[in-house]
């Protein structure tokens, strides 16, 4: 199981790779409609192997909530994204991750629109007790059919990191670097009922003080099975690989989560 999981993992990175996607229905946010709310609320079950150090090997269990929130203006649209997770190994402590991401779309409705974006983080398990973001895109509508999309964001973020020492968590690393950050976001509708959103991130920067370019591929895939006109289930697969960590914790983790969706 963990071969395959890891394998997995690979396929993913190699073809999209997320941070962040909206599990509300993206397509009605490029419609012409404008001035209403969108919003979805989950709770799923999770697996993954988020582990402290590169020589751990554990698999954790626990549970995900997430909550999305939506407006579509005129010309603009104003998305909010929220998760918190709550993990447990056998024998080990609670240990929880969560993030808010606000991102503002201008000029949603043209082929080449704008976003400003500004995120929150902390993941106890991999010993970050903050990253804060804050940035912007040009996004571009490379291709737009009734039944799938494709978007490509290109842009430049200022982040600021804080990671505990593993062998004195008093002792806190500060990092501030600035970074190019780039997407691919794809939506696929194969009919009513059956939907797929895959979206890939490459982050890079120079880290001065270290003097080495540290970047960062992540991905997120999820797989939406309409059940009722307010209920879907949803599987996502999400996976991050960086090259250079700021500590010595596991390059690669992933995470596999199912569960279902109430939307609004």
Known sequence: MKSFLLLAALLVLSTVASAQILKVNKGSINSDSSGYFMGSTSVDFNLNNKSATAEQSITYTGLEADADLVYVGQRHAYILINQLNYFKSTGGPLISTG????????????????????????????KMPLRY??????????????????????????????WKMLTDESQIIHKDLLKSTNYISYKQAFNEHVNINVMAYYQG?????????????SGEAVLNVKLTNLLTFNTSFAAQYEDHPIIAINKLVYSLTNGFKFSF
């Open 133 to 162: 973001l804050l940035g912007g895109n040009l996004r571009i509508k490379v291709a737009a059919t009734t039944s799938s999309r494709l978007f490509v964001g290109i842009g430049m973020m200022y982040e600021k990191e804080n």
């Open 99 to 126: 993030y808010a991401h606000f991102r503002t779309n201008f000029l949603r409705k043209q082929p080449l629109s704008y976003e400003l974006f500004t995120q929150v983080q902390y993941d106890g398990g991999r």
């Open 205 to 217: 920067g120079y880290d001065r003080d270290a003097k080495v370019f540290r970047s960062r591929i």
